[in-house]
Each structure stands twice: as C-alpha cells, then as structure tokens.
C-alpha cells in the first residue's frame, strides 16, 4: 500500500534553513504529482508547495514563495523541500502526500522555528 515518511525537521533559529524529505513506497513515484503541506497548531491544513510528475511545473503558496524550494529524485522515490529564511510562521507539522490521494498521510515531521 501507499506509504509516506518525512523526515527532516527540527528546531532553528528564525532566518535558518532546513531540508525536509519524505521517501514514498508502495506505487510508482514517477508518475504521480506530489505536495508538501503543513499544518500550524490551531490551523487547518494547507499546501505549501507542489511538483508534478516528471519534475516539470511547480507551484508555491504565497506564504513561502521565494523561500521555500520543492524538488524530487524520483529514482529514489523522494520528495524534498528546501526551506530558507525561515520565519515563526512556518512553524508546522509538515507532511507530503501524493496529490491525487487525498486520504493518505504520513506520519509529519515537525518544524519550529524559535529564537
């Protein structure tokens, strides 16, 4: 079956960077468009950036464009996100998931940005 693991967050400093990666099993990574999302205590869940298949078109909420960077290698079946500049506001679970499976979710890997 279909499964997510992300890994990669932790606590920084505002201003700081983090990479996030989630490795995907269970379908054929290449042929899927992927998504990072997060989800801030109190807040609903929100997609912050998206790829699609063959790593051709991206797209960015308004939130992290500029910062945020989202790639895949797909010959490892994983999904990144480069996240610069970082920002109190970015503090989240983050999760990938795979854009047409809209019920299956990883475990998240949690993200503070504190001084």
């Known amino acids: 079956q279909v499964q997510l693991v992300e890994s990669g967050g932790g606590l920084v400093r505002p201003g700081g960077s983090l990479t996030l990666s989630c490795i995907a099993s269970g379908f054929v990574f290449s042929g899927y468009h992927m998504g990072w999302f997060r989800q801030a205590p109190g807040e609903e869940r929100e997609m912050v950036a998206s790829?699609?298949?063959?790593?051709?078109?991206?797209t960015y909420s308004d939130a992290v464009r500029g910062r945020f960077n989202i790639s895949r290698e797909d010959d490892k079946s994983t999904l990144y996100l480069q996240m610069n500049n970082l920002k109190s506001d970015d503090t989240a679970v983050y999760y990938c998931r795979r854009l047409d499976l809209k019920t299956v979710w990883g475990q998240g890997t949690r993200v503070t940005v504190s001084s």
């Open positions: 790829i699609m298949s063959g790593a051709r078109a991206t």
